[in-house]
C-alpha cells in the first residue's frame, strides 16, 4: 500500500472516531448510532466505512484501546524518569487526563464499556504503586489496592466533573496524601499486630 492510501486511511478512520466520540456524547450509548449517521457526521460514505470497520462498536474499541495503550506508554515514561517521586508521577498523569480531555471524558462518563473505565484505572494505578515501591503485606494487598484504585477513581472522576475547577497539583496533593496516609496506616498496623 502506498503512502497516499496509508494516509487516507488514517484520515479516515480519524474522521470516523471523532464522529463516533461525537455521536457517543449527544446519544450516551453506542448501540443507539447507525452507520448511517456515522457516516453523514464523518462526512464519508458507507463504503468507506465498512472498509475499515464492521459496526460503530469496533471504532469505539479501537479509540478505547488506543487510550489505553497510550496511557501506558505516558505511564511508562513518567516512571522511567521520576520512580522515586509519587507527586511527579501523579501530577503528570493529572495533566495526561486533562490533555486528553474529550476522549476520556466521553468513555469515562458516556462509553457504556465498564471494563474500559476499570482498566483506565487499574493500569494507572498499578503503575503508580509498581513505580514507587509500595510494599504491602500480602494478607492485605487486594483490599489496599482496591481503597486506593477506587477512591482514586473517585477523586478523579470528580475533577473532571468539575471541568478541572481545581489545579492538578491540589489533586496531586489530595491523591498522595490520602494515599499516602493509608499506606503508612497499613505499615503500622502491620507491625503492631504483626503481619
Known sequence: MNTKDNQR???SKLLLKNAVLELLQ??????????KELCERAELNRSTFYAHYNDPKEIINEIE???????ALHLQKIGEGNSA???VY?????????DNDM???ILLFDGTDTDFKSRFMQQSVARFIENNDMLMNAETEQFIYAYILNGSYGIILQWIRSNYAVP??????LL???NDSALRNLHIASKKYGK
Open 176 to 178: 498522595f496524601s490520602i
Open 9 to 11: 486511511t488514517r484520515l
Open 90 to 98: 501523579i501530577n503528570s498523569f493529572l495533566k495526561y487526563i486533562k
Open 168 to 173: 492538578e497539583s491540589t489533586i496531586t496533593e
Open 26 to 35: 449527544e446519544k450516551r450509548a453506542v448501540n443507539k448510532i447507525t452507520v
Open 103 to 105: 476522549p476520556i471524558r
Open 65 to 71: 484501546n488506543d487510550i489505553l495503550a497510550s496511557t
Open 85 to 87: 517521586d509519587a507527586r
